[in-house]
């Protein structure tokens, strides 16, 4: 049950796109459609914004989307707001009702 | 509104149990799996456990598998974490979640510490 990676950090200017990747196995991201994708601000709750890698729960703005490609999920945040400045964690099942979580990247909005 | 209420956390010295309680509300509690998911001070999210809809098949991660048991009352509508022979490392926020492959629902989470 190793932790997927993820970039520990990145950072975009407002109104531009940022893409935050997460890489599994094929045990894990690369077998399931099963990925996730959470936001935390700090002191909060993580929140769901991306579930089955690519939809988005009801009232989530359509500037995150998410995508995958073997092993490796993807989450795109375009036209950056301040607002979306926090830690975004991804999410994988791995089989046998268990799950994996990607170690966070923190995103700085310049 | 959904809410799930955890209670339970505190300072425990190592080698000693804790019992985690969240109580849902708002939530049709007895249809969803329940999750446990805790947060290290300062580190990312980690998945703990997970139980089914009617409590017959839980599921651990490797580091608390043998010491952790999940369990559920759907009449009471109220998860569990019974947790046992906690070491420093168990020390985190732990949140009560709900829904099946991802984690919808969140409660605000309760700190275990557990010194070393």
């Known amino acids: 049950q190793s932790a997927l990676t993820q970039p520990a950090s990145v950072s975009g200017s407002p109104g531009q796109s940022i893409t935050i990747s997460c890489t599994g196995a094929?045990?894990?991201?690369?077998?399931?459609?099963?990925v996730s994708w959470y936001q935390q601000h700090p002191g909060k709750v993580p929140k769901l914004m991306i579930y089955d890698v690519s939809n988005r729960p009801s009232g989530i703005s359509d500037r995150f989307s998410g995508s995958k490609s073997g092993n490796t999920a993807s989450l795109t945040i375009s036209g950056l707001q301040a607002e979306d400045e926090a830690d975004y964690y991804c999410c994988s099942y791995t089989g046998s009702s268990t799950w994996v979580f990607g170690g966070g990247t923190k995103l700085t909005v310049l | 509104e959904v809410q799930l209420v955890e209670s339970g956390g505190g300072l425990v010295q190592p080698g000693g149990s804790l019992r985690l309680s969240c109580a849902a509300s708002e939530f049709t509690f007895s249809i969803y799996w329940m999750h446990w998911v805790r947060q290290a001070p300062g580190k990312g999210l980690v998945w703990v456990s997970r139980?089914?809809?009617?409590?017959?098949?839980?599921n651990y991660a490797d580091s608390v598998r043998g010491r952790f048991t999940i369990s559920r009352d759907n009449a009471k509508n109220t998860l569990y974490l019974q947790m046992n022979s906690l070491r420093a490392e168990d020390t985190a926020v732990y949140y009560c979640v709900g829904s099946g492959y991802y984690f919808d629902y969140w409660g605000q989470g309760t700190v275990v510490t557990v010194p070393s």
């Open positions: 139980i089914n809809v009617d409590g017959s098949f839980t």
């Open positions: 094929s045990s894990d991201v690369g077998a399931y459609k099963y």
